[in-house]
Antibody, heavy 122, light 107 residues
Framework: QVQLVESGGGVVQPGRSLRLSCAAS????????MHWVRQAPGKGLEWVGV????????SYADSVKGRFTVSRDNSKNTVYLEMNSLKSADTAVYYC???????????????WGQGTLVIVSS | DIQMTQSPSSLSASVGDRVTITCQAS??????VNWYQQRPGQAPRLLIN???NLHTGVPSRFSGGGSGTHFTFTISGLLPEDVATYYC?????????FGGGTKVEIK
């Protein structure tokens, strides 16, 4: 069965960096794009970014552009979120999510990890 | 960015009631809307994709409709396990954006 397991969350000081990982299993990892979505405590969902199947293309929300990088290692079935220059506003549960659509004319997240909590605080 | 205005932000209904949630897009997005359920303490779960397509394994009491700028999500016969927050999502343009959520409770 499809599993997505995030790790790497924790408490980090403002301005510092953190790298999250999402280990995937149960499907052909290099056939799908992968996303990160975050949720601040008590708030709604915010898309963070996406990496293409090959890892050659990425897109980001404006709120993280230039600070966050989504990458993947298809040999390890893992997607990463490198977060730099962290701010208190980045405090959230970070979910990785699988792109469920097989064609680019549509989109949906069909599987989500359980999330990992990042707290940015001094 | 495309804004998704979801209403109401919360509602309380009785078991068996019909519940409807709406999402208004800030521009025409055709049918490019998905709906997710997030139970307390859990990750979101896909219910409806492409505005009205029931995802695999999702009970038929859930349904979606609409196109253009106005979208609806309906639970026909609310059950206790439907207590959750529901989100719409647009994918017509990047960045992907979500509505603010609707918290559904049992009266």
């Amino acid at each position: 069965q499809v599993q997505l397991v995030e790790s790497g969350g924790g408490v980090v000081q403002p301005g510092r960096s953190l790298r999250l990982s999402c280990a995937a299993s149960g499907f052909s990892f290099n056939d799908v794009a992968m996303h990160w979505v975050r949720q601040a405590p008590g708030k709604g969902l915010e898309w963070v970014g996406v990496v293409s199947k090959s890892g050659s293309d990425e897109s980001y929300a404006d709120s993280v552009k230039g600070r966050f990088t989504v990458s993947r290692d298809n040999s390890k079935n893992t997607v990463y979120l490198e977060m730099n220059s962290l701010k208190s506003a980045d405090t959230a549960v970070y979910y990785c999510a699988r792109e469920g659509a097989a064609v680019t004319t549509t989109h949906y997240f069909d599987y989500w990890g359980q999330g990992t909590l990042v707290i940015v605080s001094s | 960015d495309i804004q998704m205005t979801q209403s109401p932000s919360s509602l309380s209904a009785s078991v068996g009631d019909r519940v409807t949630i709406t999402c208004q897009a800030s521009q025409d997005i055709d049918y490019c809307v998905n709906w997710y359920q997030q139970r307390p303490g859990q990750a979101p779960r896909l219910l409806i994709n492409d505005a009205s397509n029931l995802h695999t394994g999702v009970p038929s009491r859930f349904s979606g409709g609409g196109s253009g700028t106005h979208f609806t999500f309906t639970i026909s016969g609310l059950l206790p396990e439907d207590v959750a927050t529901y989100y719409c999502e647009q994918y017509d343009n990047l960045p992907l954006t979500f509505g603010g959520g609707t918290k559904v409770e049992i009266k």
